[in-house]
Nanobody
Framework: EMQVVESGGGLVQAGEALTLSCVVS????????IAWFRQAPGKARAGISA????????FYADSVKGRFTISMDNAKSTVFLQMNMLKPEDSGIYYC?????????????????????WGQGTQVTVSS
């Protein structure tokens, strides 16, 4: 059974940077996708970024392109989300999620139903 654990959230000021980490364990699959979702108060969970474990191909939502970078250390089964130039609208609970297969990222968004294992979430708050 896949398990996902996030860490690294916190309180920062607008314009600052923060890095989130996600460790995935228990996967029986060699090639799969790991993603970050963000949920702001009163809003639906939205896909922010994702990476495939085999070729490290990536996905970014338009709202974070150029500011966020996703990367992976395969040896440690850890995915990082480097968030630069943070804005107050980046605030929310950030969830890491893992799928049982890779994602070709053909669509302009990634959806929660595409991912089967979820972490508990980590809070990110960006003050203005």
């Amino acid at each position: 059974e896949m398990q996902v654990v996030e860490s690294g959230g916190g309180l920062v000021q607008a314009g600052e940077a923060l890095t989130l980490s996600c460790v995935v364990s228990g996967s029986d699959y060699d090639d799969y996708a790991i993603a970050w979702f963000r949920q702001a108060p009163g809003k639906a969970r939205a896909g922010i970024s994702a990476i495939n474990t085999d070729d490290h191909s990536t996905f970014y939502a338009d709202s974070v392109k150029g500011r966020f970078t996703i990367s992976m250390d395969n040896a440690k089964s850890t995915v990082f989300l480097q968030m630069n130039m943070l804005k107050p609208e980046d605030s929310g609970i950030y969830y890491c999620a893992a799928s049982v297969h890779r994602n070709e990222f053909y669509e302009p968004t990634i959806e929660p139903f595409e991912f089967q294992a979820w972490g508990q979430g980590t809070q990110v708050t960006v003050s203005s």
